[in-house]
């Protein structure tokens, strides 16, 4: 059975800084897609940012990027230039073949201005 | 604007008391799932609909029903509440195809067992 370990329950980051949100997965599949999605306090989980195992490239959107090492099994969060609303609680997810996603147990992150 | 609508927003029943939560999509997606979220978890899949196939969780309790009517409703029922089905329960759908899948959430509704 497929895993995703988030191994930091919450991390702070000063206004206009980077951060990065560590994300870990077990799988034996090949082809499979990860995810991070973001929950802000009392609202929906959007997503923030999707990577498919297969392509070796990157993915970024915006200020949001992804370290994707396959052979290692991880998959990092870069925030460049922080702002306040992108204080959350953020979920790293992989989906299955068997089209569920996985979440793993998620990291609160937190703006300090 | 809201394309995944959760109604209501905040509920309280009691102990034992049957309780509705709904969840309607304006995406036309084909595929809607329910996961119930307690606090500072990961959600967890109660079950999910692909069209109108019906796939349970093996380990959702029997108390946890669901129905769906049409491709835009989908609703939970919880049959007997107890204390420990409080949580947050998030509606979700999504298009199945290859190479897509996206989820799209509801903001979810706040269950309060008394």
């Known amino acids: 059975a497929q895993t995703v370990t988030q191994s930091q329950p919450e991390m702070s980051v000063q206004e206009a800084e980077t951060v990065t949100l560590s994300c870990t997965y077990d799988?034996?599949?090949?082809?499979?897609?990860l995810f991070w999605y973001k929950q802000p306090p009392s609202r929906q989980m959007i997503l923030v940012i999707r990577q498919e195992a297969y392509k070796q490239q990157n993915a970024t959107e915006n200020r949001f990027s992804v370290n994707f090492q396959k052979a290692a099994k991880s998959f990092s969060l870069k925030i460049s230039d922080s702002q306040l609303g992108d204080a959350a609680m953020y979920f790293c997810?992989?989906?299955?073949?068997?089209?569920?996603?996985?979440f793993g147990k998620g990291t609160r992150l937190h703006i300090l201005p | 604007d809201a394309m995944v609508i959760q109604n209501p927003r905040y509920q309280v029943t009691q102990f034992g008391k049957p309780v509705t939560l709904s969840c309607s999509q304006t995406?036309?997606?084909?595929?809607m799932y329910w996961y119930q979220q307690k606090s500072s978890q990961a959600p967890k899949l109660l079950f999910h609909?692909?069209?109108?196939?019906?796939?349970n969780e093996a380990d959702t309790p029997d108390n946890f029903q669901s129905r769906r009517p049409n491709t835009s409703f989908c609703f939970l029922d919880i049959r007997s509440p107890g204390l420990g089905d409080a949580a947050m329960y998030l509606c979700?759908?999504?298009?199945?195809?290859?190479?897509?899948?996206?989820?799209?959430f509801g903001a979810g509704t706040r269950l309060s067992v008394l």
């Open positions: 997810a992989y989906r299955s073949a068997n089209d569920k996603i996985i």
């Open positions: 979700a759908t999504s298009r199945y195809a290859v190479g897509s899948n996206i989820q799209y």
């Open positions: 609909y692909y069209d109108k196939d019906f796939n």
């Open positions: 995406l036309n997606h084909n595929v």
């Open positions: 799988t034996s599949e090949s082809d499979y897609y």
